[in-house]
Nanobody
């Protein structure tokens, strides 16, 4: 069993900051990638940021320069520092982890329960 526990969402004014965290626990052999997606009402879920095992990062164009993803390998935790938040950043943010549970198994996606981020104008 694998569990993802997210925290850090909330309500903030435009221009403010929030930090999301997601801790993975359970039967984990290795983690290939960790990231954050978001889904606003009436829209499709989209990638916000991702960090792979080698440390490379990938960001949506809309958040480049404002958001920073980082990872604590020892704690299997991924963070998303969100600065200069805009009302259009309002969404439910989901943690996503691509991991291997056994040495002889493939990699599978796991999702967190989602945390609401609301940015007021």
């Amino acid at each position: 069993q694998v569990q993802l526990v997210e925290s850090g969402g909330g309500l903030v004014q435009a221009g403010g900051s929030l930090r999301l965290s997601c801790a993975a626990s359970g039967s984990i052999f290795s983690i290939n990638a960790m990231g954050w997606f978001r889904q606003a009402p009436g829209k499709q879920r989209e990638l916000v940021a991702r960090i792979i095992s080698g440390g490379s990062t990938d960001y949506a164009d809309s958040v480049k320069g404002r958001f920073t993803i980082s990872r604590d390998n020892a704690e299997n935790t991924v963070y998303l520092q969100m600065n200069s938040l805009k009302p259009e950043d309002t969404a439910v943010y989901y943690c996503n982890v691509l991991l291997v549970v056994r040495w002889d198994s493939g990699a599978y996606d796991y999702w967190g329960q989602g945390t609401q981020v609301t940015v007021s104008s």
